[in-house]
């Protein structure tokens, strides 16, 4: 009845930890999904709206020339004549604006474009306003259009956007004269365009957005049930492991008894240690994953905990041929687990002993983390020499079963998930644990 109760709490368990995974990754799929349509949809509207306003500027820029070689001798039609004095650029009559427009001359251009072009202009001598023409529009009066010119002339402007009025200048004599044109209507089409595709672009988004929610499920499903398995297998190898590990031992220590202890037995106990603290890291893991690994947190004396946990290592260190130096401010305290603090000092005394150069010095120290993120944080330091560091990304050393040098860890007895704990670990206590390397040495930091 009890082994059916646990495996019903670790079915359910496995659920609940897989229905977590699910809305996680579904959550992930839809940021990076929408994070992508979004940038796609941007950049399409920028683009189209760009080039858009671009051919406003070409076109009104083109009638702008077409008005200043109007004072060269181009005829504006059968326009009206402005009262004399007042005509200094559009009064100006020749023959040849058709013909002008029809070569290509003015880019844009239409042979109606002079006929429904409204501009005014104003020239300026001596920082004066010496001509006003607005005898070819009717929304600006000559001292609103005299204000305007002077305004953009004190300021140095030659070119570009006044209001709706897009105008240039030319230079002759020691005149400036300001021209300026009637772009209203153009940029009312822009503007109009530029909500409608900002306003379809949004429903198109929420749309897409409906989609890819909907079948986020779908696609992430396999992921789910493929993580769901391997954590399963874990956690059913782990334990079907046990038992034969424990069968092996009892028979190793009975051959002992009757044949007295040997180097083969004494091999079979090392590697039965070594296959059972596996193990017993692997059950860790699939629980951390599944959030049930049962921490007791609470606030302890985390220096008494760390030099507790890191005396044994003395011994351990100098049988290795090394030296353990440690600097532990005292005072320390944080919201924690003892038990979980002692195994990640463990862990990383161990990697530290087993893989640190010969004679080389093991550094551990324990102080408070100014820099933390919370009040009481504290930051465990474990750094040594080594012969050569890993090449790559150091931080790949936390990936479970990673080996930076296969053989090496065949030698030294490793099994590759001590840092997994150790990250999984300090993440469960809301800190981080991270790597740095340099001239061969490299620094484990778990922050609490």
């Keep these: 009845m009890t082994e059916r109760f646990h495996a019903a709490s670790s079915s359910t368990g496995r659920a609940n930890s897989a229905d977590a995974l699910g809305r996680r990754l579904r959550r992930k799929f839809i940021l990076v999904a929408m994070g992508a349509v979004t940038a796609v949809l941007t950049l399409i509207i920028a683009g189209i709206n760009i080039v858009n306003y671009s051919h406003v500027c070409k076109m009104a820029d083109a009638r702008l020339d077409y008005i200043l070689a109007g ?14 004095g007042q005509d200094a650029v559009a009064g100006k009559v020749a023959t040849g604006n058709r013909a002008a427009v029809r070569d290509g ?23 004066q306003v010496a001509d006003v023409n607005t005898a070819r529009i009717a929304a600006v009066g000559a001292k609103r259009a005299a204000s305007i010119a002077a305004k953009l ?15 240039t200048t030319d230079v002759q004599d020691g005149e400036t004269t300001y021209v300026f044109v009637d772009c209203s209507r153009e940029l009312a089409s822009f503007h109009s365009f530029l909500s409608a595709s900002v306003a379809i672009s949004c429903i198109g988004w929420l749309a897409v957005l409906a989609i890819v929610a909907g079948a986020s499920g779908a696609v992430i499903r396999p992921m789910v049930e493929s993580y769901s398995k391997q ?26 008894i009757e044949s007295g202890e040997s180097e083969w037995t004494q091999s079979i106990h090392e590697q039965v240690a070594r296959l059972t603290a596996l ?25 008494e905990a760390v030099d507790k946990a890191a005396a044994p290592f003395e011994s351990v260190a100098v049988s290795r041929g090394k030296r353990l130096s440690t600097s532990i401010a005292s005072g320390v305290r944080a919201h924690a687990d003892a038990a979980a603090v002692a195994q990640v000092v463990e862990l990383l005394l161990d990697n530290a002993t087993r893989y640190a150069s010969e004679g080389s010095v093991i550094e551990l120290s324990l102080r408070a983390d100014s820099r933390g993120a919370g009040k009481g944080s504290a930051e465990l330091v474990v750094s040594n020499a080594v012969d050569e560091l890993p090449e790559g990304d150091l931080d ?8 930076a040098d296969v ?8 099994s590759g998930v001590g840092l997994s704990v150790v990250r999984a670990i300090a993440e469960a206590h809301g800190g981080s644990a991270s790597v740095c390397g340099h001239s061969n040495q490299i620094t484990f930091i778990v922050r609490f």
Excluded at 232 to 247: C, G, M, Q
Excluded at 279 to 285: A, P
């Design 407 to 414: 053989s090496r860890n065949s030698k030294t007895g490793g």
């Design 71 to 84: 004072k060269d001798g181009i005829d504006w039609g059968n326009e009206p004549k402005a009262d004399p």
């Design 231 to 256: 954590k399963r297998f874990i956690t059913d190898a782990s334990h079907e492991i046990k038992t034969p590990l424990a069968v092996i031992d009892a028979a190793n220590e009975v051959q002992e």
């Design 153 to 167: 002339h004190s300021k140095g402007w030659v070119s570009g956007f006044s209001g709706n009025y897009r105008y």
């Design 105 to 127: 001359r003015f880019e844009g251009m239409t042979a109606e474009a002079p006929f429904d072009t409204r501009y005014f202009t104003v020239t300026i001598a001596a920082g």
């Design 396 to 403: 790949r050393l936390f990936d479970r079963f990673y080996r």
């Design 279 to 303: 193990t017993e890291r692997l059950v860790f893991l699939a629980r951390m994953d599944e959030g049930s690994a049962g921490f007791t947190m609470t606030s302890i004396d985390l220096s």
